[in-house]
């Protein structure tokens, strides 16, 4: 999954506002074994610290109700079971989303539907502070879009990146368009003290995991997936500075990658 070719090139970083672009090199980086068993272990650890939150809340519900006595207020007993299918549905969600972002089966080859991917992000967020807009023109029943197996899982890693982006909540808002030969990805991040930490941004940029955390491996695999698809990314505002109340992130990936998924897998 995280193998490539030695034909794909590294993506390009950069600020459109910013004097000083943020750039990657496009001759450094090479996932060897060492590097893709690194990568495996972080996102395992990253997965079930995402993952513990809600199982914790379904196991202390069902003790709670193991507890209860038959003169127990039937208010709390609806209390408990209203904390346990909401735990259960934000678990449920996090690992449809996981599945498709990691897995390498997760989608079909033929890629998702927009409505499919749309419902993922959405499950994802379910419980969290953070408001979910999809703004895609083309989302219609009878439109049929698709987007790849690769194109969603970076859109999906971008919105991972856009939650870590706010951490008193705020608005996500996703735009797809497929225009000629290249498929545009618009993420826009509004709300409060907006700011990508630093140790995020150089995992985007690093070229080699030494430095990766589980905090910051899914921004590493995005950029793998970035290098995999020949795809240009670009930030705009909370990037330097310190925190602001807008962040735009904007992903060109022409539509050749889809010959290079199939080079590069």
């Given at each position: 999954m995280l193998t490539q070719s030695s034909d794909c090139q590294q993506p390009t970083f950069k600020l459109p506002s910013s004097p000083r672009p943020l750039r990657v090199d496009a001759t450094q980086r090479a996932v060897d074994d060492a590097i893709a068993l690194k990568i495996g272990q972080l996102l395992c650890s990253r997965l079930c610290h995402d993952l513990i939150g809600p199982?914790?809340?379904?196991?202390?519900?069902?003790?709670?109700?193991?507890?209860?006595?038959?003169?127990?207020?039937?208010?709390?007993?609806?209390?408990?079971?209203?904390?346990?299918?909401?735990?259960?549905?934000?678990?449920?969600?996090?690992?449809?989303?996981?599945?498709?972002?990691?897995?390498?089966?997760?989608?079909?080859?033929?890629?998702?539907?927009?409505?499919?991917?749309?419902?993922?992000?959405?499950?994802?967020?379910?419980?969290?502070?953070?408001?979910?807009?999809?703004?895609?023109?083309?989302?219609?029943?009878?439109?049929?879009?698709?987007?790849?197996?690769?194109?969603?899982?970076?859109?999906?890693?971008?919105?991972?990146?856009?939650?870590?982006?706010?951490?008193?909540?705020?608005?996500?808002?996703?735009?797809?368009?497929?225009?000629?030969k290249e498929t545009l990805l618009s993420i826009m991040v509004a709300g409060r003290s907006i700011h990508l930490a630093n140790d995020v941004i150089e995992a985007l940029q690093a070229t080699e995991a030494t430095a990766v955390t589980p905090r910051t491996v899914h921004a590493f695999y995005l950029s793998c997936l970035a290098t995999r698809l020949h795809a240009s990314i670009a930030f705009d505002?909370?990037?330097?500075?310190?925190?602001?109340?807008?962040?735009?992130?904007?992903v060109r990936v022409p539509q050749s990658s889809v010959a290079a998924e199939r080079l590069c897998a």
């Open positions: 199982t914790a809340a379904i196991n202390a519900g069902g003790e709670l109700m193991g507890d209860d006595d038959d003169d127990d207020d039937d208010e709390d007993n609806d209390d408990v079971r209203d904390l346990i299918v909401d735990s259960a549905r934000q678990l449920a969600g996090r690992l449809t989303f996981f599945r498709i972002a990691f897995g390498q089966g997760g989608a079909r080859s033929g890629g998702l539907p927009f409505a499919e991917v749309r419902e993922l992000a959405a499950g994802y967020l379910h419980g969290s502070r953070v408001q979910f807009e999809w703004e895609d023109e083309e989302d219609k029943p009878s439109s049929g879009a698709m987007l790849s197996g690769d194109n969603t899982r970076l859109l999906l890693c971008l919105i991972m990146l856009a939650t870590d982006a706010l951490p008193r909540g705020g608005r996500v808002s996703v735009r797809i368009h497929q225009r000629g505002g909370a990037i330097e500075g310190g925190p602001a109340d807008r962040l735009e992130m904007q």
